[in-house]
């Protein structure tokens, strides 16, 4: 098993920061890939940004890129998700999870708890 904790969420006026992370622990040696990812109200949850737990590959969906920065410290097995030029529309939960494959179409099979996010005008 793995065990993911976020932490970091809170409220911040647009174009300002804040920086996520989420803290794992147990079977790490089983992670392939972590992501990042968030859930507005009625709305479906989708993929921020995603790395290779052990290797360089990093994805970012389109509408974070040049903004969000996906790092992890090893020393502390926390992975974090550096959130800059925030915009309203950033407002969500925010989730990291984790896998045991880098396939795209593969489901994620770890999840933290989530962290509230929220971007005033």
């Known amino acids: 098993q793995v065990q993911l904790v976020e932490s970091g969420g809170g409220l911040v006026q647009a174009g300002g920061s804040l920086r996520l992370s989420c803290s794992v622990s147990g079977v790490t040696f089983s992670i392939y890939t972590m992501g990042w990812f968030r859930q507005a109200p009625g709305k479906e949850r989708d993929l921020v940004a995603r790395f290779e737990w052990r290797g360089s590959s990093i994805d970012y969906a389109d509408s974070v890129r040049g903004r969000f920065t996906i790092s992890r410290d090893n020393a502390k097995n926390t992975v974090y998700l550096q959130m800059n030029s925030l915009k309203p529309e950033d407002t969500a939960v925010y989730y990291c999870?984790?896998?045991?494959?880098?396939?795209?179409?593969?489901?994620?099979?770890?999840w933290g708890q989530g962290t509230q996010v929220t971007v005033s005008s």
């Open positions: 999870a984790a896998k045991r494959t880098w396939d795209a179409s593969s489901r994620y099979t770890y």
